[in-house]
């Protein structure tokens, strides 16, 4: 079991920056993939970016690649989204979900993830 808190969403413009962080609880976190989704209104949740447990492997979508950034602590229990030139679009709820299992581009799949966090808004505005 692991209880996943998100927090650093907030309100930018466009062109702005945002680091999203994600605290996990428990001793196992090092032994857990993490990987953000995110939901806009209207729409499904979205996966944006994986990274294995120990780093070395990071999955992430053709829409964010060179602007966010999935990065991870093990030793504070946390991973981060740095989001960089923020577009309007990238406005939704964002999701920190964690699972043992890497599956690469299956990833994607919001079923394939056991535990998920509340969510943190980002807003981008023009």
């Known amino acids: 079991q692991v209880e996943l808190v998100e927090s650093g969403g907030g309100l930018v413009q466009a062109g702005g920056s945002l680091r999203l962080s994600c605290a996990a609880s428990g001793r196992t976190f090092n032994t857990y993939n993490m990987g953000w989704f995110r939901q806009a209104p209207g729409k499904e949740r979205a996966f944006v970016a994986a990274i294995s447990w120990s780093g070395s492997s990071i999955y992430d979508v053709d829409s964010v690649k060179g602007r966010f950034t999935i990065s991870r602590d093990n030793a504070k229990n946390t991973v981060y989204l740095q989001m960089n030139s923020l577009r309007v679009e990238d406005t939704a709820v964002y999701y920190c979900?964690?699972?043992?299992?890497?599956?690469?581009?299956?990833?994607?799949?919001?079923?394939?993830?056991?535990?998920w966090g509340q969510g943190t808004q980002v807003t981008v505005s023009s």
């Open positions: 979900a964690a699972d043992r299992a890497w599956r690469g581009a299956a990833m994607r799949a919001t079923a394939l993830w056991a535990y």
